[in-house]
């Protein structure tokens, strides 16, 4: 059987790829997977039923069998249940994506998230965002962008998303965490973040939201 085709948006946080995910999502009619929140999910997982981060194996174990779902179509409605509890807030705090980053390291993690990413892929297609969808988990996909953006203007953009959520926080450990977890990110073993070999490069920083779209729009309509 043939199957779906995929379009694949991969990065760092804070480059907008959410925002290109929904729009092409909206452009194609394929379904969305943000394989970002499947790994922040998975530490806080672990995290209330008292698995250390550091037991990978149990950690890997807990993946194949939670119950995860993503609901709307829009940033403004969408929704993340778990277990049929909504952890939306909680899975996009800058906490979370700090354990989320310490559990993708691990090569047995990563084994038993793999299958149930692959499992979003269906008909009429599938945005997957991430870090490694193009070089990793949909190497054959028809579409491959990645996006980046300088950590200052990742952690400017970060400050506003979370003071206009009421949230305080401190500009230079932002820009500290950014920088951290990059390094993470790209330095691990198992599928480092990097742009895959037919990649297409988008730098975001300086950028507004239209010029970006506006950049994946042609490229979209070369892909066709």
Excluded at 137 to 157: G, H, I, N, Q, Y
Aim: glycine share 8%; net charge negative; aromatic share 4%.
């Amino acid at each position: 059987m043939d199957l779906a085709p995929v379009i694949t948006v991969d990065g760092p946080s804070g480059v907008g790829k959410g925002m290109v995910t929904r729009w092409l999502s909206s452009q194609t009619g394929y379904h969305r997977l943000d394989s970002g929140a499947l790994y922040r999910i998975l530490a806080l997982a672990s995290v209330e039923q008292g698995i250390p981060l550091e037991e990978v194996d149990a950690v890997a174990a807990l993946a194949k069998n939670l119950d995860i779902q993503f609901v709307g179509e829009t940033e403004d409605d969408e929704s993340i249940l778990v277990i049929g509890n909504d952890w939306t807030r909680r899975v996009r705090t800058e906490e979370t994506g700090a354990l989320a980053s310490r559990i993708a390291v691990a090569p047995a993690v990563r084994a038993a998230l793999l299958q149930r990413q692959h499992d979003f892929r269906r008909w009429p297609g599938l945005i997957a965002d991430g870090r490694d969808m193009g070089t990793v988990v949909f190497p054959d996909a028809v579409l491959k962008l990645f996006m980046d953006a300088s950590p200052e203007e990742r952690a400017t953009r970060r400050e506003k998303q979370l003071r206009n959520a009421g949230i305080a926080v401190n500009f230079a450990a932002l820009c500290q965490e950014i920088r951290a977890r990059d390094a993470r990110d790209r330095g691990r073993e198992v599928a480092p973040l990097k742009p895959a070999d037919d990649a297409h490069l988008i730098d975001t920083t300086g950028l507004s939201p239209d010029e970006v779209i506006h950049c994946v729009k042609a490229l979209l309509e070369a892909s066709r």
